[in-house]
Structure formats: structure tokens, C-alpha cells
């Protein structure tokens, strides 16, 4: 019996003295175990990012691991996260809350019913100024630009090359349309903001960034000082700037594009300065290059 507590006492010393995994690490693997439906070991990750020294989770961080721990049974963590994440943002909801199907498990617990009045009584409230029939045309712009994208991306992985053609040239339709959509809405409203049509304003960003270089070069002033208001994340710009230098045929500062070599292997498009890319991506709040091209399956030159 000595020595089986001995053996205990041990393994106990050894996982306690196991480092932990940096806090973006164990959320990157977490959301590739969530792309894989491996919901339980996603849950995991998740757990050990918001134990993790380095542990800065943002809003979206509790709710993506609300919805995983939901996916794996774990209402417990489920609902620790979505109390937790509406105690430390006062402000944060989601559309169609109710309707999230990650959270489809949560729904037979007392629990749910107070969480979710709270959260549509918080949309309510915030959306009450909306210019809700803008925020629907942006909606349908966002929903034109990726199911065409979506449909894609499933043809190259499943190898149905029979229907990528196809495909690219409903992409090229889309952004031909979208564009022409987006620029409407300019010229209708400027740029909008979040006070009138909230974080839907990301669909401008997203269709220009879909547009030719001369069309990015042309709208980026706008964007940059949209992010400097708050009105736009900063990794958006910095993938905006990038696709622009790529276009160009000069170096990227970020490392977010990619491109196929002639084996067919996808490669980060050469980068300004390998050793600085990390600090430059750390300062617009993406990872590191490393995780970032492991996750996308490419190589580094």
C-alpha cells in the first residue's frame, strides 16, 4: 500500500510540475479540435488556455468556449463561461442568441431561460437606434460573399474539380455585385458605424478586401482610420495591407497571405522581415506566425 500511495503521490508531483501551453497555442488547438468535431477534446484546450499564465481571453474567447463545452456535454463550464462573459461585458450579446445551435444542449437547463432573457434584453436595449434595413442589406452582401467561398473551399478539399470553375466565377460574380453594393452604401451613409448598424460593418472591409488592388488601394485611408476609431479590428487591416503588398509583388508584413509553389504545396507569401513578423502580428492581436501556418497546413520559407 506504501508504495502504491508513493506512486500516487508522484504522478500527482509530475502533472503538477507539466508547464502549461501558452494561452493562444491552447486556443488555436481547441478551435482546430472544434473544426475536427472533436468537441471533447476542443473543451480541453479550452480549459487549459484560461488556465494559462499568459490567460487574456476576450469576449469572444468565453462564448466560443461556452459553445464547445455545450457540444461536449459540459453544461457546468457552458454556463460558467456565458456568466462570465456577460458579468465582464456589460455590453456583449449575440443575434439570435436562442438560436446558436452549439447551445442547443444548454436549453433544458433552469439555467438557460436567465441567460437568455438577459442577452436578447441587452440586444433590445443596444439595437433600439439600428438602422435595421441597412444592417439586413449588409447581412445579404455578408451571406453573397461566402457561400460561393464556402462551397469552394468543401470542392478543393473533397477534390471535385469538376465544379471549381463554376465556383470562381459565382466568387466573381458575387464581389462584381457586392461591390458595386458596398459602394452605394458609402456614397448612401459614408462609412456606418457601430452606434447604427454594430460590428455589421465589418461586410465593408470584407467586400473590398475581395476586390482588385486598385480597389483596396483606393478604400484602405478609409478602413485604417475606421480602425483607429474602433469601428474596425486591426488584424482586418493588417490583412488588407497585406493582400495589397502581395498584389503588388512586394514583401508582406504580417504573413498572412499564402500562396501554392509548383509542388502544390501552400506556402506564406515572402515576408518583410521574418524576424520581426511575430512582434508586428502581436501588436494587431494575431497569433504567432508559427501557429498561425500550422493551422492553415503551411509551409514557412
Same mark, same amino acid.
Given at each position: ?97 436562442? %438560436? ?32 435595421? %434595413? ?96 474602433? %469601428? ?70
Amino acid at each position: 500500500m506504501k508504495r502504491l500511495t508513493y506512486i500516487f503521490i508522484a504522478s500527482l508531483a509530475f502533472y503538477a510540475c507539466k508547464p502549461s501551453i501558452p494561452f493562444q497555442t491552447a486556443v488555436r488547438k481547441a478551435d482546430s479540435c472544434y473544426m475536427a468535431q472533436d468537441y471533447r477534446q476542443a473543451n480541453e484546450y479550452y480549459k487549459q488556455a484560461f488556465k494559462a499564465s499568459d490567460a487574456a481571453p476576450q469576449s469572444y474567447h468565453y462564448s466560443n468556449a461556452a459553445g464547445v463545452a455545450a457540444m461536449a456535454g459540459d453544461e457546468q463550464t457552458a454556463f460558467k463561461r456565458l456568466n462570465q462573459l456577460i458579468e465582464n461585458d456589460k455590453e456583449w450579446y449575440a443575434s439570435n442568441f436562442a %438560436e446558436n445551435p452549439d447551445y442547443v444542449y444548454l436549453h433544458t437547463f433552469p439555467q438557460w431561460k436567465v441567460l437568455k432573457d438577459t442577452v436578447e434584453a441587452r440586444q433590445e436595449r443596444i439595437e433600439k437606434d439600428y438602422d435595421h %434595413e441597412l444592417i439586413a442589406r449588409l447581412q445579404a452582401i455578408h451571406e453573397r460573399d461566402q457561400k460561393p467561398r464556402h462551397d469552394f473551399l468543401f470542392a478543393y478539399q473533397t477534390k471535385a474539380v469538376d465544379l471549381i470553375d463554376s465556383l470562381v466565377r459565382e466568387m466573381q460574380r458575387a464581389d462584381s455585385i457586392n461591390l458595386i453594393e458596398i459602394q452605394d452604401i458609402l456614397q448612401t451613409h459614408g462609412f456606418p458605424s457601430k452606434a447604427i448598424v454594430g460590428t455589421n460593418n465589418s461586410v465593408i472591409w470584407l467586400v473590398i478586401q475581395h476586390s482588385d488592388v486598385e480597389c483596396q488601394k483606393a478604400y484602405y485611408p478609409m478602413l485604417r482610420d475606421a480602425a483607429e476609431k474602433g %469601428e474596425l479590428r486591426w488584424d482586418d487591416i493588417a490583412l488588407l495591407e497585406d493582400r495589397i503588398a502581395m498584389h503588388e509583388g512586394r514583401p508582406q508584413k504580417y504573413g498572412s497571405q499564402a500562396v501554392e509553389n509548383a509542388e502544390g504545396e501552400l506556402v506564406i507569401y515572402s515576408l518583410l522581415n521574418k524576424d520581426s513578423v511575430d512582434y508586428w502580428r502581436a501588436e494587431v492581436g494575431m497569433p504567432p506566425l508559427a501557429e498561425y501556418a500550422k493551422q492553415m497546413n503551411a509551409l514557412i520559407p
